[in-house]
C-alpha cells in the first residue's frame, strides 16, 4: 500500500510539473549575446554584444528599440538602473562606465578604467548606491562603490580580509555574481576556489567565506547567486561550462546570510548553472534557473530541481511578476508564462 502511495504521489508531483508552463515565446531575435536583463515599465531592458542596447514590450512585443551605446564594438555583460537611469559597464579594457537616461535614452560616459587588465564581471544598484565587481588587480577583487547614483566611484582597497587565492576570480556569466540591498552586498567568485564575500555598510568589513562547491579550474565555480535579504535566505550556482553535464557539488544554499553553506542536490540536476532567481514574494521556497543547456525549477528552497525545459541558448534570467519569466541568451529574448 505504502509502495502504491508513493508511486501515486511521485506521479502527481509529475504531473504537477508538466504542467507548470502555460507558454514560452521568442520575443526578439538579433545576432547578438545577451547577459544582463533589467525590468522596467513594462519593458524587458538588455545589453549584450557590438555596444547593443535596448528594449522589448512585454505588452506589445512589437514595440521595440535598439541603439548602440558607442561606435566601438564593445561587449556588455552588466546592466543596472536606479529610478531615473540605466547602468552598463563593457567588459574590457578600457572599461567605459554608461549611464543612460531612462526616459530620452541619451547616455554619456561617467568614468572609465584604463588599466590594461580591466573585466568587468557585474554591475548592481540600490537607489543611490550601487557596486560594480571586476577581476582581480593583484591580491584582491576589483571593486567600485557609488553612492551618489554614479557620479563618484570609489575603489575599495585591498584588505588580506578578502583576499583572493591563486586562480581565483569572478564569472561575468549572468549579471547576477553580486547582490545589492540597501548597504549590503554579496559577492561570489569561482574558479580554483569558490567563495562568497559579504559587506554590510558598502565596502567597509568586506569579509569572504569560503563555499564548498566544484572548483580546480579556470572554468569552475560559482557563476551566479540569489538573496532573499529579510529571510537570509540565498542560493548559489554554477558548475564547469566545459563539462555541462556533471552536476556534483554545483548548487548551495544559506539560511542566515551567508554565515554557512549546504549543497544541495548534488548529482541530481540538470548541471552547468548561469543565472538563478527566487521568485517574488516566495522568501526563497520557490526558484528558477538556467544554464545553456536547461531551464530548471525547485519548489523546496532548492533541495530538489525539475529540468522544465531543455529549451538551449539561454544565459540570463528574470522574473517579471510571480507567474512570469524572461530568458535572454545567443540570439534571443524569450517569456515563459508559468501555471
Known sequence: MKRILSLFLSFVGAMIFSQQIESFETLFTDKISIRALEIYDQKVWYSGTDSKFGFVDLKNPKNQKQIRLSEKKLQFRTLAQDKKYFYAINIESPAYFFKINKKNLKSRIIFTDTTKTAFYDALSFDGNNGVALGDPYGKCMNILITRNNGKNWKTLPCSKNYEIGEGEAAFAASNS?????????????????????????????????????VNGSSSTGIYAMDMNPETRFGIVVGGDYTKQAENIDNIAITKNGGETWETQASGENAGYTTCVKIKPGSKGKEIISVGDQHISYSSDYGKTWKKISDEKGFFVCEWVNKNTVVFAGKDKISLMKLK
Open 177 to 213: 555574481n553580486i547582490y545589492l540591498s540597501k548597504n549590503e552586498f554579496w559577492f561570489v567568485t569561482g574558479g580554483k576556489k569558490s567563495r562568497q564575500f559579504y559587506s554590510y555598510s558598502m565596502g567597509d568589513k568586506l569579509y569572504g567565506k569560503e563555499v564548498s562547491f
